[in-house]
């Protein structure tokens, strides 16, 4: 398996700018458009399904479960948590795009489950201004899936709630947990 920690970063004596991650992505992006086809499909995911899950990196989402280009919504944050942007992403998913199923995933060793709402305070005394957002925190992982289930079921904006299934991915071992929603 081939990490970015293993792509070389340039040649000796490369200015910073050329040697900044943004850059070697712009220019993995210049090798990909090169051999790139229009796949000739729409943004309504083949599969019908939106999956929700954390932003963290250790998580290959489509290699996990399975997925193509094409398949699904994927709409991540830190945690994977349920907010009002992500029922905004889910509405939009549902009512324009044709989704019914909803998948949410949180994994073990969250970087959430260490923070407290105390972060928010931190930031205000740094900065000066309160975030409007709430940090999400968490302790009990299987909680956090169930109160994220009970937000998309219960979500007056949401058309299909009857097909939410909540996981947490080991990452470990890579697989997957099903929560009991009760």
């Not at 970063?9 to 200015?15: I, N, R, V």
């Not at 932003?55 to 945690?79: F, K, Q």
């Not at 219960?154 to 080991?170: I, K, Q």
């Amino acid at each position: 398996m081939t990490t970015s920690a293993s792509v070389p970063t340039g040649p000796q004596g490369a200015t910073a700018a050329e040697n900044s991650v943004t850059e070697r992505l712009v220019d993995a992006n210049g090798r990909y458009a090169a051999a790139f086809t229009d796949p000739g499909m729409d943004a309504r995911p083949v599969l019908g399904v939106a999956v929700v899950a954390c932003m963290d990196a250790r998580l290959d989402l489509h290699a996990a479960l399975g997925l193509a280009l094409g398949d699904c919504h994927t709409i991540r944050n830190a945690g994977g948590v349920v907010t009002d942007d992500v029922i905004r992403s889910l509405t939009i998913s549902q009512r324009a795009l044709g989704t019914r199923s909803v998948v949410l995933i949180h994994h073990t060793g969250c970087g959430l489950e260490s923070l407290t709402e105390e972060f928010r305070h931190d930031l205000e005394m740094e900065v000066g201004q309160r975030p409007a957002w709430a940090v999400e925190a968490f302790r009990d992982v299987d909680q956090d899936v169930r109160q994220s289930m009970q937000r998309v079921r219960t979500s007056p904006f949401l058309l299909h709630t009857e097909d939410v299934r909540g996981f947490v991915f080991d990452v470990t071992t890579g697989l997957l947990r099903e929560i009991d929603p009760a």
